[in-house]
């Protein structure tokens, strides 16, 4: 069946670093574009940063430009967001997307920037 798993999230000081994962099965991970969402509590889903099947555009909102770069490794059906320079305004449940005719949905991982 079709899943994405996120892993990578956790706790991190402001200024910090982390590594998101997005680990797709159950489908044909290098035709569909991938974004990468969040959600912090009390606000609506947002959108991150977002990738072509090819990895070669890629977009992002202009909370992270210049902190976060979304890539993707179709030979390992992974995506990725490389987040740094974290802000306490970034924790949220972090979630990665599959988009093509269809989309799908990830379950989350938690990122919290707390000093």
């Known amino acids: 069946q079709v899943q994405l798993v996120e892993s990578g999230g956790g706790s991190v000081p402001p200024g910090g670093s982390l590594r998101l994962s997005c680990a797709a099965s159950?489908?044909?991970?290098?035709?569909?574009?991938m974004r990468w969402y969040r959600q912090a509590p009390g606000k609506e889903r947002e959108l991150v940063a977002a990738?072509?099947?090819?990895?070669?555009?890629?977009n992002y909102a202009d909370f992270v430009k210049g902190r976060f770069t979304i890539s993707r490794d179709n030979a390992k059906n992974t995506a990725y967001l490389q987040m740094n320079d974290l802000k306490p305004e970034d924790t949220a449940v972090y979630y990665c997307?599959?988009?093509?005719?269809?989309?799908?949905w990830g379950q989350g991982t938690q990122v919290t920037v707390s000093s």
């Open positions: 997307n599959a988009v093509l005719m269809t989309q799908y």
């Open positions: 159950g489908f044909t991970f290098s035709t569909y574009g």
């Open positions: 990738i072509s099947v090819a990895g070669t555009v890629t």
